[in-house]
């Protein structure tokens, strides 16, 4: 495995909004057509992020922080705090060394890591490259059921014995998205980046049905049993926005959902996630941990999302641009950021812990108060 190439890291980068912008600059037009993308209109992806600004933080003063801290409970794990980077497909458009610099600074900052089933590093270096102090951040792997089980069952052998601690089933994306952006650039990978952990002789449409014959082999609630039954490893499910799915979820005995619309790349005018997201906290309670990504741009957007059900979140884009910014430098910059933002706000709000946040910490401007 190569050592890193990091490149300094400009010194006027104070905010998510900053990487976004240099990262503009550096990425080329194919790269950006991809990384920042979205669906059709891209009304999913505004609505994520206008989604968070419309929740409104009501702090409490003068209570004591002494002891106050960021860790959290996932799983039966300890981590350092509820920020996890999301999988994400083709780093290495975005810096030479993609997905192992992404691992290195999560695992510098204590958090935890999922790591795309389109990686264009092998998962196992990916995993070599991820070390934690303790306690141990989650290392999930993001698996895309393959339309040949044995490919499926040969990915999630590798992920355990790479050291893997969980799979991440996405089920929202059975078919690409319309992605305009991409068609506009006349989106291609360069050459040398492929999903280097999948065979490279991929099935074609027969042209016949749904989607030209893609959505034959999408995945049921039975592939989910089957591979609850097959891997040693915990399984969540990853782009689930409606109550019932979530109930569903449960009865099946996962482990934990993602409350996610894909980033608004797949289905647009899809519902924001923190819309949905205390929606499905109300169907399964206690019962079902979850998870959130899709417009995460601050601190107070975490705490927001922790107060209304979610255990931990997950940043996408974000990551891209310091990735593509100073290489693993500014991967935990973004991460830093983002936690840093965090304990502030916990402490204007009079929070000390995240275990049990404030019923009445989150107003919703024009409605009232989610009841909890």
């Known amino acids: 495995m190569n050592t890193p190439r990091s490149k300094p890291l400009p010194g006027?980068?104070?905010?998510?909004?900053?990487?976004?912008?240099?990262?503009?600059?550096?990425?080329?037009?194919?790269?950006?057509?991809?990384?920042?993308?979205?669906?059709?209109?891209?009304?999913?992806?505004r609505a994520n992020r206008t989604a968070w600004d419309e929740l409104t933080l009501v702090?409490?003063?003068?209570?004591?922080?002494?002891?106050?801290?960021?860790?959290?409970?996932?799983?039966?794990h300890q981590l350092h705090h509820p920020v996890m980077v999301a999988p994400m497909a083709y780093q290495r458009m975005a810096h030479p060394d993609?997905?192992?610099?992404?691992a290195l600074a999560a695992?510098?900052?204590?958090?935890?890591?999922v790591v795309s089933t389109q990686a264009s590093a092998r998962l196992e270096d990916i995993a070599r490259a991820f070390v934690t102090l303790p306690p141990a951040s989650p290392l999930w792997f993001q698996?895309?059921?393959?339309?040949?089980?044995?490919?499926?069952?040969?990915?999630?052998?590798?992920?355990?014995?790479?050291?893997?601690?969980?799979?991440?089933?996405?089920?929202?994306?059975?078919?690409?998205?319309?992605?305009?952006?991409?068609?506009?650039?006349?989106?291609?990978?360069?050459?040398?980046?492929?999903?280097?952990?999948?065979?490279?002789?991929?099935?074609?449409?027969?042209?016949?049905?749904?989607?030209g014959g893609l959505a034959q082999s999408t995945a049921t609630w039975a592939d989910v049993e089957w591979l609850i039954s097959t891997s040693r490893l915990p399984v969540i499910l990853k782009g689930l926005l409606h109550p019932l799915d979530a109930k569903l979820a449960l009865s099946l005995g996962v482990s934990a959902v993602i409350v996610s619309n894909h980033g608004g790349r797949t289905l647009d005018t899809a519902i924001a996630t923190a819309t949905a997201l205390p929606r499905?906290?109300?169907a399964v309670g206690d019962s079902l941990p979850l998870l959130v990504d899709g417009g995460i741009r601050r601190g107070t957007d975490v705490l927001k999302a922790l107060a209304l059900g979610a255990r931990a979140v997950l940043v996408g884009r974000p990551i891209i641009w310091g990735l593509a910014n100073?290489?693993?430098?500014?991967?935990?910059?973004?991460?830093?950021?983002?936690?840093?933002?965090?304990?502030?706000?916990?402490?204007?709000?009079?929070?000390?812990?995240?275990?049990?946040?404030?019923?009445?910490?989150?107003?919703?401007?024009?409605?009232?108060?989610?009841?909890?």
């Open 59 to 76: 702090p409490r003063v003068l209570g004591t922080m002494a002891g106050g801290h960021t860790g959290i409970e996932l799983l039966g």
């Open 107 to 113: 695992g510098a900052q204590g958090a935890g890591l």
């Open 143 to 211: 698996l895309y059921l393959q339309p040949d089980r044995e490919v499926t069952l040969s990915l999630v052998t590798r992920a355990e014995a790479a050291g893997f601690n969980a799979l991440v089933l996405t089920v929202d994306a059975p078919v690409t998205g319309v992605r305009d952006a991409e068609r506009r650039a006349a989106f291609r990978l360069p050459t040398g980046i492929t999903a280097v952990n999948l065979p490279s002789s991929r099935p074609g449409r027969d042209g016949h049905g749904l989607a």
């Open 98 to 102: 993609g997905e192992i610099a992404t």
């Open 326 to 372: 100073a290489g693993a430098v500014g991967v935990a910059h973004v991460l830093r950021l983002l936690i840093d933002e965090l304990e502030m706000a916990m402490v204007l709000c009079g929070e000390p812990s995240l275990a049990k946040l404030r019923p009445d910490l989150i107003d919703r401007i024009g409605t009232s108060n989610r009841s909890r």
């Open 280 to 282: 499905i906290a109300d």
């Open 12 to 45: 006027n980068l104070v905010n998510l909004a900053d990487h976004e912008a240099h990262a503009r600059r550096r990425l080329d037009d194919n790269a950006w057509a991809y990384f920042n993308g979205a669906a059709a209109d891209g009304l999913t992806l």
